[in-house]
């Protein structure tokens, strides 16, 4: 069964402690991946698409990365305003056009 | 603002009663989807248009229904609520059926 798995569950830093966050997939073929950022009773916001294993974006303090099976998202020297769940998602190739979604990664970043 | 509008913001209805919820796309995009999130769940695809045609349905109920219009925009209609249907309810648009997706501020739906 085609799968996106989201780890860790929750993450607390300090200001400033970089760390990563891992989406990791199982699907059939990966037509796309896409990392969002929502805040508490808001819609999901786009951050990044990655289509093929090598491929990097780059924003501000993040930056994503995709590997044949998982996708990392690095946040480096976070700020309490990137406190927020990273959700990923994945697009399959072969016709399904129901898109994926992980259950997310819980951020929280103390001053 | 990602460009996609959701009527109203928040709901409030009983048990048993019907609501619709809006949707407007993003300028020029053709693929509207819906999705639920209730609280602690991730969200849950309900149902994919492509201009003006059902595409994919994922988890969606037989109480629920939707359709896009010729002008792309789109209604979520649900029908004999249950205490379990309170959720955010999201809206999505992209330009094409597996593109990057642009998500609605939402509608807030509480049933008493």
């Known amino acids: 069964e085609d799968q996106v798995t989201q780890s860790p569950e929750a993450l607390r830093l300090q200001e400033g402690e970089s760390s990563s966050l891992n989406c990791s997939y199982t699907?059939?073929?990966?037509?796309?991946l896409f990392w969002y950022r929502q805040d508490p009773g808001k819609g999901p916001e786009f951050l990044f698409t990655?289509?093929?294993a090598g491929e990097e974006k780059e924003k501000e303090r993040l930056k994503a990365t995709l590997t044949k099976k998982e996708s990392f998202l690095h946040i480096t020297a976070p700020k309490p305003e990137d406190s927020a769940t990273y959700l990923c998602?994945?697009?399959?190739?072969?016709?399904?056009?129901?898109?994926?979604f992980g259950r997310g990664t819980s951020l929280i970043v103390h001053p | 603002d990602s460009g996609v509008t959701q009527t109203p913001k928040h709901l409030i209805t009983a048990t048993g009663q019907r609501v619709t919820l809006r949707c407007s796309p993003r300028?020029?995009?053709?693929?509207v989807y819906w999705y639920q999130q209730s609280l602690d769940q991730g969200l849950q695809f309900l149902i994919q248009y492509y201009n003006g045609e059902e595409r994919a349905k994922g988890n969606i109920l037989e109480r629920f229904s939707a359709q896009q219009f010729p002008d792309l925009h789109s209604e979520l209609n649900l029908s004999s609520l249950e205490l379990g249907d309170s959720a955010l309810y999201f809206c999505?648009?992209?330009?094409?059926?597996?593109?990057?997706?642009?998500f609605g501020p939402g509608t807030r739906l509480l049933v008493l």
């Open positions: 990655l289509y093929s």
């Open positions: 998602a994945v697009h399959q190739t072969g016709g399904s056009y129901i898109p994926t």
């Open positions: 699907v059939s073929g990966l037509r796309g």
């Open positions: 999505a648009s992209s330009p094409g059926p597996q593109e990057t997706q642009y």
């Open positions: 300028s020029g995009d053709l693929s």
